[in-house]
């Protein structure tokens, strides 16, 4: 590993400030903020990232979870998963945000990991984290041999001729079905951005994964209030039955009232290059009998722009029955 500067800033200015320093918030960015440091030493180890300057703010008062006047939910930065996913007004109004971080790591990845650092996790593209082989996203312009290589996990959707990679968060396939809003403090003073806006898809630059400029800290990140009568369900498909990444996931939140669905959010993990939100299934399900014909259209809805790889077809079909078992999971309940 190179050798770095370490600090720990007084406040959030003082952080921002050392961070604002940088050439870039993306990958190979000099200065860094250190979380829970499961994505980052993991990186540094592997010298996939190698920042000259690390800012450690787990001292900063980022860490308390909130109720807030609108009745929404405010989660600080370095609140730990663990602590989020235990939370009994998480467990009982955002369920899904729960399941979906149990379901994630391990009981000590979770201990460490934050919910800004969850945010900012990077894909598990074999390629990305070997330094023998090029990598679009970890140096542009050096190609992308998991198109034609190994990319059995790799994304279906939002993909480009440039990068497949698949975004690996579950916490983040949940808050996109709960509409979060991720709040940044930088050095032009501060800004809100709803997680659909977030992440960026990797197009002709997939090297930049946020909208995040030089010196954004992740202050927040916010839940509007809860929906009454929703039933959440996340559901994850993966080659183990834990400590393992997603094949593909399915974050639900619905309302059904009499026969029909009244209101539904449907985010999918494990296929898109980002946190998947499926405004197509959503569109398709509004209004119908809460029944399988209903789900089943609706996932395929989900998956009909997919764009399979040469190692990956499976997943089209393994994430419409995910989808649609989630769906039936959650009205049934
Ligand atoms: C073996 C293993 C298995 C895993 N399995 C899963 C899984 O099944 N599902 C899953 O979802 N995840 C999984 N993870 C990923 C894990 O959830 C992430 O590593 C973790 O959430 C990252 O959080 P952190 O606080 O440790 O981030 P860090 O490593 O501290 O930081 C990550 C990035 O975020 C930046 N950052 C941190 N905080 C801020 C902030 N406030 N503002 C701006 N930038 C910031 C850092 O500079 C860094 O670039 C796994 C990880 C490991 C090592
Ligand atoms: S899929 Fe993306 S991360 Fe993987 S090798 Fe290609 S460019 Fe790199």
């Given amino acids: 590993m ?13 952080a921002v400030a050392a961070a604002a320093l940088a050439k870039t918030a993306q990958q190979g960015a000099d200065v860094r903020y250190l979380a829970g440091g499961t994505t980052l030493v993991d990186l540094m180890k592997l010298s996939v990232e190698a920042p000259a300057r690390v800012l450690d ?23 730990r998963n663990s602590d ?67 990319n059995r ?74 929906i009454a009568g929703s039933k959440h369900v996340y559901l994850k498909l993966r080659d183990r039955a834990s400590y393992e990444f997603a094949l593909a996931s399915a974050a639900v939140v619905i309302n059904v009232t009499g026969e029909n669905v009244t209101r539904v959010r449907i985010a999918l993990g494990g296929v898109g290059t980002k946190p998947w939100r499926s405004p197509e299934a959503e569109g398709a399900l509004v209004g119908l009998p809460a029944n399988q014909a209903s789900f089943r259209k ?7 722009d997919a764009k399979p790889q040469s190692e990956n077809a499976f997943k089209v079909e393994l994430a419409k029955r995910c989808l649609a078992h989630a769906l039936q999971m959650a009205a049934t309940t």
């Fill in 84 to 150: 989020l996913a235990n939370h009994a007004v998480v467990q009982k109004d955002y369920a899904v945000l729960s399941q979906a971080i149990l379901q994630g790591a391990s009981a000590q990845l979770r201990n460490m990991a934050t919910t800004a650092g969850n945010l900012l996790q990077r894909t598990r593209c074999v390629y990305f984290r070997d330094l023998a082989m090029p990598c679009n996203k970890r140096e542009p312009g050096t190609g992308c041999p998991a198109i034609t290589g190994f």
């Fill in 298 to 304: 609706a996932a395929e809805a989900a998956l009909r």
């Fill in 153 to 226: 996990s790799l994304a279906i959707l939002g993909t480009s001729e440039h990068c497949i990679a698949s975004n690996p968060s579950d916490m983040c396939v949940a808050m996109a079905a709960l509409e979060a809003t991720i709040h940044v403090q930088g050095p032009k003073g501060s800004r809100s951005i709803p997680i659909g806006d977030f992440h960026l898809l990797p197009g002709e630059t997939p090297h930049r994964e946020t909208v995040l400029e030089p010196g954004d800290l992740i202050t927040h990140v916010t839940l509007p209030p809860p």
């Fill in 57 to 79: 703010i787990n001292r900063l008062p980022l860490d308390k979870i909130e109720a807030m006047p609108d009745g929404g939910l405010k989660i600080g930065a370095t609140v």
């Fill in 2 to 14: 190179k050798t770095f500067e370490f600090t720990r800033p007084a406040d959030g200015e003082a």
